[in-house]
């Protein structure tokens, strides 16, 4: 079994460790030190040995931040973790507080005393946020002072883990379908007209798409941890340590990319004084700024050079997504027959459908890694939007409730994430009819046509207005991202309630996943993953129009639909969906199976 | 009549003034001077004394630019006005550019050699733009250099009409709702939050508001042109033309408003040494933040504070537009009567339309001033987004056509702003059905609830939907806000594809006015006005939602409508819609007309 249930921390992890974190601050001076969730590369998942803030807290969600003074502690996290962080956390150790607008250069302002010094690990803090926490700090008489080596990872000492070494293996043409030279020279080409000499690179994605190599030094995705210099005329420099470094991979890179150790990564960023270097705020620290500066280089601060390009999914990467989304689509229907026969007669618990669900996905053959561990939320756990079941909060499935159940692949060719929410026994009239209105916002996106220039935002209102109307919403973007064989959550595009600026464009991969949440009773969400489609003309119309493919193949479970809220061509839309699932994923089933998926995709 | 239809420029005006103001360019030394349509108040419609642009090159749309160097000339307008200025700008004299994405900029920096002196009026460009021009002007070796005077001015000369004069009076509790030293008092306490002693206030529309004024020195809209400078604790100085102070208004400003002249407030503004004072980078010139610098203020650069306040309207001022719109209704249902029956028989030219449509309005008795020049667009007329009907392009109404009427007036209790597009003879099988996708994108917006938070970027598509499914798109915003007896035009908030922060909150009154437009066939609009609801329980549901109230009462032609392209629903809200029409505004109305609305608004 890949995905595991245990809990890495317990509320002790704050008693235990902030004493020797204390300890390590005072020895350096600090009066305070702050912890952010973000490692060296802003990754979402972390490796264990840069989980900082857990085992600081406790606290393991995705998003969060701690500040630690000598006499007081608080952690910060946001609405999605109100109820996770009174329960992974010890609050007599850290007070609990809200991370969103300025929680912690508020609490920073109002709890440093002055000339008090807080510490901070450069590698950790984009230059932005930083900004804003000096000015905090100032605004309290306090400064802030990086510390020369982290506190917390001096006290963390023998106990850290070590520092994952997945090797990095070349990511062949046949699923990447552009070779890392073409890549280098068209971003090469577009840093030039932006009056660049080079790109500092640290996002793992970032490498993985530019060099057409993919490791596995981060859980869940198979991203190489390390950085990189791309220069405008195309040619690369690549910081790995070398017992990643696979025997393929020097060829494989070719001459126009020199190998080289992390160790020779601050020779290399002096080596461009004088140059001017785009670097991403938002993807790296305050550290590569510095370094920058004090090499005398001018820094451009600009988006990602490879985000884009790489959101923007090449015909192989889409012909690879299909296949992919064709073998998780047979997988999870096999599954959901299980659900739908054996799962009705006996409900399983959480773990159970949690590793029937693997297993099914294992024995495609093709199975790299899970995207995330897979969710099954059983009756209320369905409720907590980022819940992960445990050996402890395992629920077993109720007769006449949902289990909501958010899973995802990695295969060589193509990251897949699909959530289907499947009725145990007979759902109530409320189940149904809000499942009826969160199936309406899946399908009204879905089939959205919309002018080039529409961003994620323009479009998010589609997929609430069904619940919008009825008095309901969900707590969660409608849309993000995903990568080709990389991250399950990708960007720069999203479809969600906030601002965007991103245009969505074809080749983008994007998650349509509406959702309804009753606390303590059940979770809704209908999740498919749909690529952006190319402008093309409607019959009788003037304006070419993108829209959407959906990937995604498994069939929403009809015992769930109150028939008669859906219109005619809400229905035959459905039912054309239902009738592709049928046909693409039947010929990979037999048996009972098959002729299930028959009933579950007949038209309503 | 109020509306006239000559035209106030002609393409000789480059050729004829472009000498005078080179030779007064030449005096002060200057190889370039920037001509911005904007005046040193920032309105949207200006008084033709402030109308640079127009007496320099012929152009009189409502945003443009020109560079005039000493050997050559470009004019840049926006997509929206490709057509008219190569109608109204001799285009020997003016080369015509494309205004957006930074056209002025790239310009100047390909147009200016090294060395040369461009002139500006720091009155009249934010000082945002100015930065970036000094910088497009350095890359090319040149220098901005701000004019002691501007020698357009001095080239105008004794053509230039005067300055506006006209009388400013109070507005009435009964109309405003709010005490102005009321107002003062909140706004302060807003600034005090902010951290800021005072703020100047340039906006003409923010004096009447804060004030309880109106004027009449814009035509179309009741503003007073003058500053103010706000004081945290609710004290004022305003400065007004002494010609401009009716007898009653400073015993309406009370004690705390100290009543200045013009030409006081460069000392006023050098007396806020030392101290905090907010002003809108996007509502005041460059003069402003120059003058408060130089005195050493400390200048915060923030919205204009009385923005969101007053885009938020009152109970008051609430039912002030609902019966405003109910007299203007009537007024605009006479005129629908009149087009269906005589305009039938003998379809009138667009002239002949509009002047009946005034007579309508000014026979209410209550008609301060139209809101804007009504458009009427006959046929092909009807697809020139921003028409206006004149002597020289007035046209007929064709049978088997449209006509598209925009069009709104000013009332001491509301403004009103409607657009209706009604059927000359029986419309095409092609007109009804965009017709008909307008009409879909209309109420589906006009029925949409939402949660707080929700900005008006999120709702746009919802009225475009319909019409992008079909290929088919229009090239303006959904909706844009509306003042209270103010501007016709109001932000901060709007409906656009554009990014928006501004969340739509109860109180604010917004347009919904989608469209269609076949150049050189037809256009169709409908436009209704609506004010934002307070979020209001749904039953059966969690959340209370906002929503919409329509104001605008008029019916909407049912020839033109494609009954069969309706559901049931959207059958049920139009005749919802009409019945309320039927039930208001057929009371005052006789005889034939109110016969007529009785079928006009009769279920579909």
Chains 1, 2 share one sequence.
Request: glycine letters at 10%.
């Amino acid at each position: 079994m890949r995905q595991t249930f245990d809990e890495s921390t317990d509320p002790s992890f704050g008693p235990r460790h902030l004493p020797r974190i204390r300890e390590a601050m005072a020895e350096q001076g600090l009066d305070a030190l702050l912890v952010p969730h973000e490692d060296e590369h802003q990754n979402e998942y972390l490796p264990p040995a840069n989980d900082r803030l857990g085992w600081a807290t406790g606290f393991t969600g995705s998003a969060g931040a701690a500040v630690i003074f000598q006499d007081k502690a608080a952690i910060f996290v946001d609405g999605r973790y109100t109820l996770q962080v009174r329960d992974q956390v010890d609050a007599a150790t850290f007070e609990i507080r809200d991370l969103v607008d300025g929680g912690v250069t508020a609490y920073i302002e109002q709890a440093a005393r002055p000339g008090q010094s807080i510490g901070y690990d450069p590698r950790l803090h984009s230059p932005d946020a930083l900004e804003r926490l000096r000015h905090a700090a100032a605004r309290a008489g306090a400064i802030l002072k990086a510390a020369p080596q982290n506190p917390l990872d001096l006290a963390w000492g023998a106990e850290r883990p070590a520092q994952p070494m997945a090797p990095v293996a070349p990511h062949p043409l046949e699923f990447a379908g552009e070779a890392s030279s073409d890549k280098r020279r068209r971003i090469g080409e577009a840093l030039a007209q932006q009056g660049a000499a080079a790109s500092v690179l640290t996002a793992p994605a970032s490498l993985a798409w530019l060099f057409n190599i993919r490791g596995g030094d981060v859980i869940r995705s198979p991203l190489p941890l390390g950085q990189a210099i791309l220069n405008a005329d195309g040619t690369a420099r690549l910081f790995l340590d070398p017992r990643k470094v696979t025997a393929e991979l020097p060829a494989w890179l070719g001459n126009e990319v020199r190998l080289e150790r992390p160790e020779d990564l601050p020779g290399a960023l002096a080596e461009l004084s004088g140059q001017t270097v785009l670097v991403d705020a938002a993807q790296s620290s305050a550290w590569y700024f510095e370094a920058l500066g004090a090499a005398g280089a001018h820094v451009l601060r600009g988006d990602d050079p490879t985000a884009l390009p790489r959101a923007c999914k090449n015909a192989v990467e889409i012909e690879g997504s299909r296949r992919a989304h064709l073998r998780d689509g047979a997988a999870l229907t096999r599954f959901l027959h299980w659900m739908a026969t054996e799962g009705q007669a006996s409900p399983p618990d959480e773990i159970t459908a949690v590793r029937k669900l693997e297993a099914f996905r294992e024995a495609t053959g093709a199975l790299k890694d899970l995207s995330f561990d897979t969710i099954a939320g059983a009756a209320g756990n369905g409720a907590v939007v980022h819940y992960r079941p445990t050996e402890r909060l395992n629920k077993r499935a109720q007769s006449g409730s949902l289990m909501l159940i958010d899973s995802g692949a990695q295969y060589l060719d193509g990251t897949t994430d699909v959530t289907r929410t499947v009725a145990v026994g007979e759902p109530t009239a409320e189940m149904k009819a809000r499942f009826t209105l969160v199936l309406q916002g899946n399908l009204a996106l879905a089939r959205a046509r919309f002018p080039a220039g529409t961003t994620g935002s323009a479009l998010d209102a589609l997929a609430r207005t069904p619940l919008w109307a009825h008095g309901l919403d969900y707590d969660h973007g409608t849309g993000h991202g995903v990568g080709s064989y990389l991250g399950v959550h990708e960007g720069p595009h999203r479809i969600s309630k906030a601002a965007s600026l991103v245009a969505l464009q074809p080749g983008m991969v994007v998650s349509n996943e509406p959702g309804y949440y009753k606390a303590g009773e059940y979770g809704i969400r209908i999740e498919n993953l749909q690529v952006v489609t190319a402008p093309a003309p409607i019959e009788g119309g003037e304006r070419p129009m993108l829209g959407f493919e959906t990937l995604t193949l498994a069939p929403i479970d009809r015992r769930c639909i109150a028939r008669e809220m859906l219109s005619d061509a809400e229905r035959a839309q459905l039912d054309a969906y239902h009738a592709r699932v049928r046909e693409l994923v039947g010929p990979q089933l037999e048996g009972e199976a098959r002729a299930w998926l028959e009933a579950a995709t007949a038209p309503l």
